[in-house]
C-alpha cells in the first residue's frame, strides 16, 4: 500500500506544476499582446519570466527573439536564437529569425540561403532588405511585391514604401499606403507612413492628424512624438516641439534621431549654452562633419569661441566639401575672424551656384565688399533681380513637384529656369526626370551638363550620365565607362555598384 503521505505529495506537485503552467501560458499571451501593442520592453519581462519556468520552450524562445529583433537588440537575440536552434531546428520561425538576426547583424548575403524555399510575406520582407541593403534595386522591389502578392503584412508594406521613396517613387508609396490602410488601417506603421507621406507633400495638419493617432494607439513608441515634433518645427512653435522631443527621450534616452532634434530645436531657438554643455563632454569624440559636430561649431561662433569653430568647420569642410551648411557657416565664421580674403575663398562657389540661397548670397556678398573685391556688386545686383527671384520660385514649385513623383511637372517646371540657371540637383533631377518619361536624348542632354559644369564631375555625375544612356540602350561603351568611374570615386555605393553590374552583363 502506499502510503498516504506520498499520495498527497505527489498530488501537490501535480497541482503546483497545472500552476505554472498556466501562469507561463498567461505570460506568453501577455507577451503577445504587448508584441501586437509594440510594447516591446513589457513583453521582453513576461517573456523573461516564462522561459525561467520552461527553458526551453520553442514557443517561448521564438516570441523572445522576435521581441529582440523588434528592439534592434540583435546581441541579446543572438543566444536566444542559438537555443531555439537546438529546441526546433527545422521550424520555419527558426530559420525566419535566424535571417532576420543576419540582416541585423550586417550580414544581407547570407539572409536568402537561411530562409530556403518559405514563400510567406515575413520571408519576402527580408529577402528584399536583404537585396536593398546589397545594391540590387531590382531584385529588392520584386521581392516587395512578390511579399504583397503573398499575403497582408504591414512591416513588409512600410518597408516597401520606404523603399519606394529612397527610390524617387512617392507615387508606389503612396500606392502601399492605400493597400495598408485597406487590411491594417490601425496598424503603427500604416499611421507612421501616412504622418511621413503628408508631411512630405507639405500637409502638415494630416500628418500631425496620423502621428498624434499613432501615439495615442503607441504610447511607448517615441517615432510618433519625434514625427509631431518635427511637423510643429516646421510650424515655427519650437517650445512644442522641444516638450515633445523631450519626452520621446523618455521613452528612448539613448535614441540618435532624438538627440539630434533637441540639438537643430535648441540651436534655431538660439540656446547656444545649452547645445554647446550638451556636447562639450564629447567633444573629443565628435565627428566634424556630423550634425553633432556642425552643432558644436555652431555653438562655439555664437558664444565668441570663433578660432576654435573654425578649426573645427576647416576639418568638416575637408570630409564634406559640397556640404552648403558646413561652407556657409565656415565663411561667417571667417568673417568673424576678420579674415575675408579666406571667407570669399569659401563662400564663392555657393554664390556662383545659379540657385544658391539668399542669406547665403548676401554672406557672399559681404565677403566679397571686405576684401575688396568688385564681384560684390554683381552679386548684390544678382540677390535684388526679378530673374533670380523668379529662379528660386521655379526650383520650389519643381521640388514640390518631385517630392509627389510628378515627373511630367518637374521636367516641366525645372525646364523653365532661364539657361545656365540651373545647379547640379536640377540638371539631374531634369536627366533623371527625362528618362523616367522615356524622353532619352533630353536626359542624356541633361546629365551631360551637369557633367560639364564648374568643376570635376562628381560619382552622382557621372553615375547619373551613364545610368540614363543604360536605361536608354545608347552608347553602351559610355555608359560603362560612366558607370565604372563612378564606382571608382564611390566603390562604398552599393546602388552604384548594382546598375554598374546590370551594364556589364547586359554587355556581355
Known amino acids: 500500500m502506499i502510503p498516504r503521505k506520498t499520495v498527497l505529495g505527489a498530488a501537490c506537485a501535480c497541482l503546483l506544476l497545472a500552476g505554472c503552467g498556466q501562469i507561463v501560458e498567461s505570460r506568453m499571451e501577455e507577451a503577445r499582446a504587448e508584441l501586437a501593442a509594440h510594447d516591446f520592453g513589457a513583453a521582453r519581462v513576461d517573456l523573461a519570466a516564462a522561459l525561467r519556468e520552461r527553458p526551453e520552450d520553442p514557443r517561448l524562445l521564438a516570441l523572445l527573439a522576435e521581441v529582440l529583433l523588434r528592439m534592434n537588440d540583435a546581441v541579446a537575440a543572438a543566444p536566444i536564437i542559438a537555443r531555439l ?64 502578392a503573398a499575403g497582408q503584412d504591414a512591416r513588409l508594406a512600410a518597408d516597401f514604401a520606404a523603399y519606394c521613396l529612397a527610390t524617387d517613387d512617392p507615387r508606389g508609396a503612396r500606392a502601399v499606403l492605400d493597400a495598408m490602410r485597406g487590411f491594417a488601417p490601425q496598424a503603427f506603421e500604416t499611421l507612421m507612413l501616412a504622418g511621413r507621406l503628408a508631411q512630405r507633400e507639405g500637409q502638415g495638419k494630416q500628418a500631425l492628424e496620423s502621428y498624434t493617432e499613432a501615439a495615442r494607439r503607441y504610447p511607448t513608441r517615441f517615432e510618433p512624438l519625434l514625427g509631431q515634433a518635427e511637423v510643429l518645427e516646421r510650424q515655427g512653435r519650437l517650445a512644442a516641439a522641444l516638450d515633445l522631443v523631450a519626452k520621446a527621450l523618455e521613452l528612448a534616452p539613448g535614441e540618435a534621431q532624438l538627440a539630434i532634434a533637441r540639438l537643430r530645436l535648441l540651436a534655431r531657438k538660439g540656446d547656444w549654452t545649452k547645445v554647446r554643455d550638451l556636447l562639450q563632454s564629447h567633444e573629443g569624440d565628435l565627428v566634424p562633419a556630423s550634425p553633432e559636430g556642425i552643432a558644436y561649431a555652431e555653438a562655439l561662433l555664437r558664444l565668441g569661441r570663433a578660432e576654435q569653430a573654425r578649426m573645427l568647420l576647416t576639418r568638416a569642410l575637408l570630409m564634406a566639401p559640397r556640404d552648403v551648411p558646413v561652407r556657409t557657416l565656415l565663411g561667417e565664421t571667417q568673417l568673424a575672424l576678420g579674415d575675408a580674403k579666406g571667407a570669399l575663398e569659401t563662400l564663392a562657389p555657393l554664390a556662383r551656384d545659379p540657385l544658391v540661397s539668399p542669406a547665403a548670397l548676401a554672406l557672399a556678398e559681404r565677403a566679397a565688399r571686405e576684401a575688396g573685391d568688385p564681384v560684390a556688386e554683381t552679386w ?21 513637384a518631385w517630392m509627389r513623383g510628378d515627373w511630367e ?69 559610355r555608359a560603362l565607362d560612366l558607370l565604372r568611374a563612378a564606382v571608382a570615386q564611390e566603390p562604398g555605393n552599393a546602388a552604384y555598384r548594382s546598375v554598374l553590374e546590370k551594364a556589364e552583363a547586359a554587355a556581355g
Open 380 to 400: 548684390r545686383a544678382h540677390r535684388a533681380s526679378i530673374a533670380y527671384r523668379e529662379s528660386l520660385a521655379l526650383a520650389d514649385a519643381g521640388a514640390a
Open 409 to 477: 511637372t518637374a521636367v516641366a517646371v525645372y525646364g523653365r529656369l532661364p539657361e545656365g540657371g540651373a545647379n547640379d540637383l536640377v540638371m539631374h533631377r531634369l536627366a533623371l526626370g527625362s528618362s523616367r518619361l522615356g524622353r532619352h536624348d533630353e536626359a542624356i542632354r541633361f546629365a551631360d551638363q551637369a557633367m560639364a559644369s564648374e568643376g570635376l564631375p562628381s560619382a552622382e555625375d557621372r553615375h547619373i550620365a551613364g545610368w540614363v544612356r543604360f536605361v536608354a540602350g545608347r552608347d553602351a561603351g
Open 85 to 148: 536552434a537546438v529546441a526546433a531546428p527545422d521550424a520555419a520561425d527558426t530559420h525566419r529569425l535566424r535571417a532576420e538576426l543576419a540582416l541585423l547583424s550586417g550580414h544581407p548575403g547570407e539572409v536568402e540561403g537561411l530562409l530556403g524555399e518559405d514563400g510567406g510575406p515575413a520571408t519576402w520582407r527580408l529577402r528584399a532588405l536583404a537585396a536593398w541593403r546589397l545594391g540590387d534595386l531590382d531584385r529588392a522591389r520584386t521581392a516587395f511585391e512578390r511579399g504583397m
